[in-house]
């Protein structure tokens, strides 16, 4: 069965969700209604609590071992780092709890980029014009995935993987055709650049710290699929889906258009980070983004997303991908060899996964 951790009323069915509903039709049960339950309970029943742990304590063991790390400079460029991971973990986590993956999520990013840069070049056109143009061709890759995978009946894995292998030639491919190069022409003197690049790839200085917008992009992102996963039908469908798909479209949960939805959220998302990075650099390399996926599913993993589906937060993701920028820029300020980067994280979703099962099998014997 899914779980909805302190979910309220379900929408869908207008009766609490999870063990709340147990507790309350078997008072015999022992458990305690949710508005009762003491403070340590509620906190065990949080999917991000074994991130939030594992964050402050690479954040308290980097600003030891780095000298210059808790300098606002370093702060900043932390939360940047962390953004443009969280951007579009925020949407993979939606789609785990969904009980499905998406393995072209990193080149759909560049993708996103490399339409929105050639259409507006090689058409003279306002860049909103090749904007608008990319969000169209980044949502239909993504309702094509959602499609194929409820049509088909195949795996996401498989789906998907396919999806990663022709966007990675398509990318290359086209970006040769048309530019001759592998990367895009320049577009910064085109019409529309300066507010384009406001919105997607601008900063401000708030004393001696440089927030980036794509910051406010992440944390608008967290708070809208937090909303929804919490306080409306559809997130009620998604934890529905994730944890039995047939129980749910037994009971009227519409799984399908439920994942195909979840497919065109990490679209989204990832054409929002594409959009950022065009507009920060003005060109996009074509050979970008491949092996990004992974990143985001290993932040979504350490918040607390099961990889069986039904079960995590959008907060959790958040945490996670704030572990990812916290060590990637606390190895480059403590001065080791970025080497051992990729063993760092490899041993934190080791024991992120690890401690996340150790919660929630203690929040289980709570109830």
């Known amino acids: 069965m899914s779980h909805r951790p302190d979910a309220p009323d379900s929408p869908a069915t207008g009766t609490a969700t999870g063990s709340a509903a147990t507790a309350e039709e078997d008072p015999a049960a022992g458990a305690e209604p949710p508005h009762v339950r003491s403070l340590p309970r509620r906190l065990l029943s949080r999917p991000e609590l074994g991130s939030l742990v594992g964050a402050v304590a690479v954040f308290v063991f980097f600003a030891v071992a780095a000298d210059t790390f808790l300098k606002a400079s370093s702060l900043s460029t932390v939360l940047y780092a962390s953004s443009t991971i969280g951007i579009v973990a925020v949407a993979v986590a939606l789609l785990m709890i969904g009980g499905e993956f998406d393995l072209s999520a990193g080149v759909l990013v560049t993708t996103s980029a490399l339409v929105s840069s050639m259409f507006s070049y090689q058409m003279t056109a306002n860049v909103w014009v090749g904007i608008g143009m990319s969000l169209l061709v980044t949502l239909a890759v993504g309702v094509f995935n959602g499609w194929m995978l409820t049509r088909t009946g195949l ?41 384009a690049e406001k919105l997607f790839a601008s900063s401000f200085q ?162």
């Not at 708070?223 to 919490?230: E, F, H, I, N, Y």
Request: aromatic share 12%; hydrophobic share 55%; net charge positive.
């Open 155 to 195: 795996p996401s894995f498989i789906i998907t993987l396919g999806t990663f292998l022709m966007l990675t030639g398509l990318n290359l491919g086209l970006t040769k055709l048309i530019s001759g190069t592998v990367s895009t022409k320049s577009i910064g003197d085109m019409e529309g650049f300066p507010e």
């Open 206 to 367: 708030i004393g001696g710290f440089n927030l980036r917008v794509t910051v406010l992009w992440w944390l608008g992102l967290v708070a809208v699929a937090t909303w929804v996963l919490l306080r409306t039908r559809a997130g009620n469908w998604i934890f529905a889906a994730g944890g039995n798909s047939e129980a749910a479209r037994a009971v009227g949960v519409p799984v399908k258009a439920t994942k195909i939805g979840l497919y065109a959220g990490v679209a989204f998302c990832a054409w929002v980070l594409g959009q950022h990075l065009l507009f920060s650099y003005d060109v996009v390399q074509s050979g970008e983004g491949v092996g990004n996926e992974l990143i985001y599913i290993a932040a979504a993993v350490i918040g607390g997303c099961l990889l069986t589906g039904g079960y995590g937060s959008a907060a959790g993701a958040a945490i996670g991908a704030l572990i990812f920028g916290i060590a990637s820029k606390g190895i480059v300020y403590a001065q080791w060899d970025p080497d051992w980067f990729k063993f760092f994280l490899g041993a934190m979703l080791l024991l992120a996964a690890l401690l996340n099962a150790w919660i929630r099998k203690r929040a289980e014997a709570t109830r």
